[in-house]
Nanobody, 115 residues
């Protein structure tokens, strides 16, 4: 079993920054991908970015240039640095862990961008 614990959400003004963290615990596979998805009210969950254990990264177009994903394999933790936040970034952000055989979601952390 793998558990994910997210932190770092909150309220921020437009143009501000937040850093999300997600720590994985349990039986962590040597080959895995960790990432972030988000779901805004009334919308489907969508990819923000994901990163493999060898730092291959994929960003959604809406994230490119403003968000940076990184990971610390020794801590089984993935981070999402979000800069220049916009009201449209308001959503619940979910951490995701997956291998060939398993997919796990975090409980979600709310990010609200508002003045």
């Amino acid at each position: 079993q793998v558990q994910l614990v997210e932190s770092g959400g909150g309220l921020v003004q437009p143009g501000g920054s937040l850093r999300l963290s997600c720590a994985a615990s349990g039986t962590i596979a040597s080959i895995n991908t960790m990432g972030w998805y988000r779901q805004a009210p009334g919308k489907q969950r969508e990819l923000v970015a994901h990163i493999t254990g060898v730092n291959m990264i994929n960003y959604a177009d809406s994230s490119k240039g403003r968000f940076t994903i990184s990971r610390n394999n020794a801590k089984n933790t993935v981070y999402l640095q979000m800069n220049n936040l916009e009201p449209e970034d308001t959503a619940v952000y979910y951490c995701n862990y997956r291998t060939r055989d398993l997919e796990v979601w975090g409980q979600g952390t709310l990010v609200t961008v508002s003045s």
